[in-house]
């Protein structure tokens, strides 16, 4: 492909790589992009939202769910004029392909690096979504991968892209909420317990080897496909990975941070007994030094008498308040002084990587640092696990003086699936 790689622009000074690779000829906003979505559930919203872009082209779709695969290449070619993809289980055979010229994954947490990784070794560039990676290592690997092929990857906290978010971020740049102190996050849900799985033989609709792919192999349960393998730690990141990533971005984000010094993360399994490894309730803490941030989480209890804000940040003249798809501004008196709170739409963000591939245009979410929100995920977790407080050091940006902690760095991996850059 590097004879498609010829237009190269400086990128911005927050991306570490010298430039900014386009695999379509020329700057060209039209290029046909194509495309091939791994994971067709939440990449059902990955294939809606390439095939609103113009002249993008889903070509590959691709799932170990024979019925989700078909329900992918039907959406795909209803969502196209009646243009099918070509439905594949091994997300290897869309890097086999030349003429693709993004992967856009979808799969589970712990396909995130591995997946993107290799994508980037075939010079694909790459939308993977939150959180980006499994772990502490991987989230430094996939950036590495990044720069060494100079392929670009956009994480999936859509956010960054909307319109409402961006303004209200320029508006705290411009001071509206003075100097800036601290900034809570808040998520709650109402989801039911997992129950006690049972190793029974995998259903025929199922690659389960495939399924788990750099995982190291474990029986089939039925109640861990296709949604709690997030509350697994061989598999997921619980909560704080699956939601808090996406606060926690914005605030960073509002405040200007980048990694924290010190993390605290307590909570426990307190609503059933099941399954779960990971925590239905937790308060996440981290020290930047001049600012801090905080993360509720309440998986099963939604406490709707509580009315608090998706992300609020904290300043000596106010408060900026962000729901989901948009912005308050409180004075010190708690009244709306400006607002903005469109509907909600993820469009924006696949625009935004389209442009970076077809005009060299800064991503919104590129993936180094988009993964210093992920870090603080992992860092949280594994505060949780430890049971201690973490010491992080920015400048190295790693742990300091805690074995325990350092052993939760990376993970084991499946033979032959070692993540490397």
């Not at 998706?310 to 004075?331: H, L, N, P, T």
């Amino acid at each position: 492909m590097t004879n498609r790689r010829k237009f190269f622009k400086t990128c911005a000074p927050t991306v570490f790589m010298a430039s900014c690779p386009s695999i379509l000829s020329g700057k060209n906003p039209n290029s046909r992009l194509r495309v091939g979505v791994m994971g067709l559930s939440r990449g059902m919203a990955h294939i809606a939202g390439f095939s609103g872009i113009n002249n993008a082209e889903i070509v590959y779709v691709c799932d170990v769910d024979k019925k989700r695969l078909a329900s992918g290449v039907k959406y795909a070619a209803d969502r196209q004029g009646g243009k099918e993809p070509i439905g594949v289980t091994d997300f290897r055979e869309i890097l086999e392909d030349k003429a693709v010229d993004v992967l856009s994954i979808a799969a589970p947490n712990f396909w995130h690096a591995p997946a993107s990784i290799l994508a980037c070794d075939a010079e694909k560039h790459v939308y993977v979504e939150k959180p980006g990676s499994h772990n502490a290592n991987e989230s430094q690997l996939i950036v590495e991968a990044a720069r060494k092929n100079k392929c670009l990857v956009q994480m999936g906290n859509q956010r960054r892209s909307l319109p409402s978010f961006r303004e209200g971020i320029g508006k705290i740049r411009e001071g509206v909420l003075g100097n800036l102190r601290y900034a809570r996050c808040w998520y709650t849900n109402r989801r039911p317990s997992i129950g006690i799985g049972k190793n029974i033989p995998v259903p025929d609709w199922l690659d389960w080897k495939l399924w788990q792919g750099p995982a190291p192999d474990r029986p089939y349960k039925n109640n861990l496909v296709h949604y709690n393998w997030h509350w697994h730690w061989h598999y997921g990141g619980g909560e704080l990975g699956n939601n808090g990533v996406h606060a926690l971005d914005i605030a960073r984000w509002g405040l200007g941070v980048d990694f924290p010094m010190r993390i605290t993360c307590n909570g426990g399994r307190y609503h059933f007994k099941d399954d779960q490894e990971t925590p239905d309730t937790a308060d996440a803490t981290y020290d930047f030094g001049k600012v801090g941030i905080s993360w509720h989480g309440s998986s099963c209890l939604q406490r709707k008498h509580e009315k608090n804000s998706f992300v609020s940040i904290y300043g000596d003249k106010g408060v900026m308040a962000f729901e989901s798809s948009g912005y308050r501004i409180y004075d010190m008196d708690g009244k709306v002084i400006e607002e903005n709170v469109p509907p909600f739409t993820d469009l924006p963000h696949f625009e935004n990587f389209a442009d970076g591939i077809r005009e060299g245009s800064e991503l919104n979410a590129e993936i180094s640092d988009a993964q210093k929100s992920a870090m603080m995920c992992h860092l949280g977790n594994i505060a949780y696990r430890t049971r201690t407080e973490i010491s992080f050091d920015p400048k190295t940006q790693r742990i300091t003086d805690n074995s325990k902690a350092e052993n939760l760095w990376g993970r084991e991996y499946r033979e032959g699936w070692e993540p490397k850059v």
